[in-house]
């Protein structure tokens, strides 16, 4: 049973004590419209906002349309796990998120590429959190990609290396932008300092905390509840 249970279900009881309407969700989900390699023709119109936001990451050594010029034609776009998805008519993303998801590269994300997006998270908060952690290269998993990644090769010289927090920055970036961009609501996004550092077996006054931040940053006054046609 997955750890987030218990936020998904507050949620759904805020979301039906809100708009009297049926709260379903999945929990690692994923959807063929969120992507973890960037498809141009899916994304065309904010192609060029990914892209800056990509060669910041990187330290602009490359390009998003050079390193896919590279990828196989036989290489598939896999798509990206979602933490909790609630569907229609909400159609919006929660986004949990770890001590793992506050460093320098998430801050250039959050610099560089929310100007002409709407989000639903407390982002000086998150802005306040990724500015204040600086992670170095290391050889764990928080830090190297075990497989290969066409978008982040080792970037620097020698065992030590930081490609997984760049993809992890990327990747949570892309949960936030896609979504909006392609007609659905804005992605709610948590931390792990909202539940007092717990990132599991969450208290009632966890789960109070995480009500309040909702309200405080208004997450559910922006919802529009919609069927998504043809999606």
Request: aromatic share 14%; with cysteine; hydrophobic share 35%.
């Amino acid at each position: 049973m997955s750890k987030l249970l218990p936020i998904a279900e507050l949620i759904k009881q805020l979301l039906e004590l809100e708009f009297k309407e049926e709260a379903k969700y999945t929990l690692e989900s994923k959807k063929d419209w969120l992507l973890n390699i960037p498809d141009k023709d899916l994304y065309n119109e904010f192609w060029e906002e990914i892209s800056d936001v990509y060669s910041g990451l990187v330290d602009d050594k490359w390009t998003l349309d050079d390193k896919l010029d590279y990828k196989s034609n036989l290489m598939k776009n896999g798509m990206a796990r979602i933490d909790i998805w609630f569907e229609e008519p909400y159609n919006f993303i929660c986004e949990f998120d770890e001590k793992q998801h506050f460093n320098q590269y998430r801050l250039i994300t959050l610099k560089r590429g929310y100007q002409n997006s709407m989000f639903s998270f407390d982002y000086n908060s998150y802005y306040d959190l990724s500015s204040k952690s600086i992670v170095n290269p290391g050889k764990s998993g928080f830090h190297k990609l075990k497989s290969k990644d066409i978008l982040f090769p080792e970037v620097i010289k020698g065992d030590k290396q930081d490609n997984r927090i760049r993809q992890r920055a990327f990747r949570d970036y892309l949960k936030d932008i896609v979504p909006v961009k392609l007609g659905y609501n804005p992605t709610v996004r948590i931390s792990y300092q909202v539940t007092n550092n717990r990132i599991k077996g969450f208290t009632e006054e966890d789960l109070e905390n995480i009500k309040k931040y909702l309200y405080d940053n208004c997450v559910f006054n922006d919802l529009e509840l919609k069927q998504m046609v043809g999606r």
